[in-house]
């Protein structure tokens, strides 16, 4: 009953042969409601409208959504070392060697983190739902897939794609600086110019990103294509002057390289005075 008591009910088919068919109910008393975890609770709500499936449907979503919650999840890696430092999306790259995975799970549950068919450590799932792991070996340099296994329930995170380049680019080349103002005229080194938009080539580890200096001055940067050559043409003009250019790469991971030797030219736009004869 809706009070919470319980009763017992004896019930017959209408059989003539059987006489007088009579009915009897026994009260059986109360008993204590206990409170129903909330996929039990769900689950019920399931089982008392599957006959009416268009409302059974929000329950079954539900239910759904609570299972699929409690898999572990790799959410990101955080790097912690060199100039690019923070979180790290599966697929990107990281310098950092010792990258911690972060995630969330079910509440106490102990995850294993798997690479391949290789277990390479444990991590507790705190009572907030999110967990911390820090590898016991340093990550090799090269593409890892790292998955999260629910040790008990056996469920698994989608895989997690990290790669690992904790290695400088090779140091970047200055091939030319030309004049290209009428035409296209190399510049030699310790040479002059009257153009001040020079042209400037090298090459580097491919696909990074080249600074170009004067002195220790950052006056632009190019991007080396798929065989490491690049070029450089400046959106200002320089002024007259001595210059020292140097190019530096850095790699998508943030690792920089050693700067190139310098290239020493000089600017001058000026002409030279109108000579006047004095006598």
Known sequence: TQDGEFIRSLSAQDNPQQGQITFSAQPLGHIEQQPLSQALSLLHEVSLSEANDAASQPAMMAMAFLMQDEAPKITHALDQV??????????????????????????????????????????????????????????????????ARDKASGQSSDGFTLIVDSVAPSRAVIDSISSDNNGTTLIEKNGYTNDNTPLIKGHAEALSVVGIYNGKTMIGTALADATGAWEFSSAFTFPDGAYTITAKA????????????????????LPPAVPAILQ
């Open 82 to 147: 060199g100039a690019r430092q923070g979180s790290v999306k599966s697929g990107n790259v990281t310098e950092d060697q010792w990258a911690v995975l972060e995630g969330s799970g079910k509440p106490g549950a102990t995850l294993e983190i798997i690479e391949g068919t290789q277990v390479i450590g444990e991590v507790l799932v705190g009572a907030n739902g999110l967990w911390s792991f820090t590898p016991e070996e340093k990550y090799s340099e090269s593409g890892h897939v790292l998955v």
């Open 250 to 269: 850095v790699d998508f991971a943030g690792n920089t390289g050693l700067g190139s030797l310098p290239y020493t030219m000089t600017i001058d736009t």
